[in-house]
């Protein structure tokens, strides 16, 4: 494949783009009300953080959640908003 072209596969494989010579990675897009570091949740945090740990490095992860803990008033101080 040339620099620019796409190639999109349907069925169980996921789609992939070749951009200037670099393969780009499958983007998954999740919204969730907490994740880590946050825990009062329970097992969705800890799948969620262990599916992105497992996978990192074939799917491109963007997570879309709260500031703080479930039931919390205050945001968490050690995480970077919008990053």
Same mark, same amino acid.
């Given at each position: &494949?040339?620099? !620019? ?16 010579? /670099?393969?780009? /990675? ?24 262990? &599916? ?9 992860? /963007? ?7 479930? !039931?919390d008033d205050r945001p968490f101080t050690s995480v970077i908003i919008d990053?």
């Amino acid at each position: &494949m040339t620099s !620019g072209e796409r190639s999109v596969s349907r069925g169980n494989k996921a789609s992939s783009a070749v951009v200037e010579g /670099r393969a780009e /990675r499958p983007v998954v897009l999740a919204f969730r009300s907490c994740y880590w570091p946050a825990f009062k949740s329970g097992g969705p945090v800890m799948s969620l953080r262990n &599916m992105v740990r497992s996978l990192g490095d074939e799917l491109d992860f /963007r997570i879309v959640t709260a500031d703080r803990d479930r !039931g919390d008033d205050r945001p968490f101080t050690s995480v970077i908003i919008d990053q």
